[in-house]
């Protein structure tokens, strides 16, 4: 793997997508940088125009998270989640769901920042209920969509001390 590449997305399983990047920084950062309120706003903004105005996570087992993104033309996106697992810089395991089912059902989104050579390799794996909720969210250019937020990603973390 690259670091700074873009994003890496199979589909091992008919219920998965696989999503793996690299980053120019150590776990501990990027970790940060997914559970801290103060770092999610300032790289999960999404497309030009939209703002966060909500952002919550609190990063135990048990514990839960939402983001609400509010854009032009009264838009409006909000994805909350609950977390099974959690083994802080390494792993967390939760489900998710999108507001009005814009997504589909509650999915699993599991979490893995490992070292590697030169920086992190993130690794995201999402389980959906069926192969037609998996294709679905595929052809939603959820893919493009996040490679934008990584490349905001890639800024951040080259601006925060290690």
């Excluded at 389980?127 to 969509?145: I, Q």
Aim: proline letters at 6%.
């Amino acid at each position: 793997m690259r670091y700074g590449d873009p994003l890496s997305v199979t589909t091992p399983t008919d219920t998965q997508i696989v999503i793996e990047r690299g980053f120019v920084a150590p776990p501990h950062l990027v970790y940060a940088c997914y559970t801290q309120p103060s770092l999610i706003r300032r790289w999960l903004t999404g497309p030009e125009g939209w703002t966060m105005p909500v952002c919550t996570y609190d990063a135990r087992v048990g514990g839960s998270y939402r983001f609400e993104w509010h854009g032009p033309d009264n838009g409006f996106l909000a994805l909350s989640g609950d977390i099974d697992q959690i083994e802080a810089i390494r792993y967390i395991d939760s489900q998710e769901v999108f507001d009005g089912g814009v997504m589909g059902p509650a999915y699993r989104a599991e979490l893995s920042i490992a070292q590697e050579e030169q920086g992190t390799k993130l690794v995201n794996t999402l389980t959906y209920t069926s192969l037609a909720h998996r294709d679905m969210v595929a052809s939603t250019g959820m893919a493009e969509g996040m490679e934008m937020s990584f490349q905001s990603l890639d800024r951040l973390l080259a601006s925060v001390p290690g």
